[in-house]
């Protein structure tokens, strides 16, 4: 397909906020076997405000303003590990898009990588730590790999995401309040990787 839009960027968060209403109860679930059961409550207060703040933003806004909108919200939001987490993913995504009125695949693999960039930054987990980074270290690595389609760059990263959290479930935590279990992490699914599975996957459904 063609480029992704400032229309893509706003069905994007339009979806994560339908699929985050939808499964905050198994978002936080997951979280309540390793952490302190807030991650779905953190994520749909901050989205449910994201829809809110989209309503006034304007009609042809950029990707990156979208993103920004975003990050900005988030940041004030959601609270916990997640909301700064998130926040400098979007942050960092909306810088890397720019002015740029649509972006193509080169363009979506630089705005991916500074997204899981700023999340490392930020939070200094390294693949393997159980975090939201075991999903987006393999769907960056698998959207650079994918080719000059940017459905195709979507695609492969949801894909990969979705593996990324399903292979964090026999981990021990090194990062986040799971690490504090030790061994009695292991059987369960990091549920930051696994809202990072659904907001890559959000955004391949509405591209
Ligand atoms: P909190 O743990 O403060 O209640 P949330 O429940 O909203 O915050 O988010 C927890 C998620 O945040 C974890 O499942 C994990 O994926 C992610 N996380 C926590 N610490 C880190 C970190 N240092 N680096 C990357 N991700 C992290
Ligand atoms: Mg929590
Ligand atoms: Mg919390």
Redesign the pocket.
């Known amino acids: 397909g063609g480029g992704l839009d400032g229309a893509w960027a706003r069905r994007w968060a339009e979806a994560i906020a339908e699929g985050v209403a939808d499964r905050k109860a198994e978002l936080t679930a997951l ?1 309540r076997a390793i ?2 059961g ?2 779905g409550e ?1 994520l749909d207060r901050g989205f449910q405000a994201v829809l809110g703040k989209l309503e006034s933003l304007e009609e042809g806004a950029t990707p990156g303003a979208v993103l920004k909108l975003v990050a900005t919200t988030l940041i004030s939001t959601v609270g ?3 909301g700064p ?1 998130y926040g400098t993913a979007f942050l960092k995504a909306s810088v890397a898009a720019g002015e740029r009125e649509s972006l193509d695949a080169a363009a979506l693999v630089e705005v991916l990588t500074a997204a899981r960039d700023g ?1 490392v930054a930020r ?3 390294e693949l393997g730590d159980k ?3 075991d999903a987006w270290t393999p769907a960056v690595d698998a959207a650079a790999a994918a080719g000059d389609d940017v459905e195709a760059v979507l695609d492969a990263a949801a894909s990969a995401a979705e593996a990324g959290a399903a292979a964090t479930e026999p981990l021990i935590a090194h ?4 690490s504090y279990l030790g061994e009695r992490a292991q059987g369960h699914r ?4 696994e809202s990072t599975a659904l907001m890559l996957r959000a955004a391949a459904a509405v591209a």
């Open positions: 979280d952490g302190d807030d991650h953190n916990g590990a997640s987490l999340i939070g200094k987990a975090t939201m980074v990062k986040g309040r799971a990091d549920p930051g990787s």
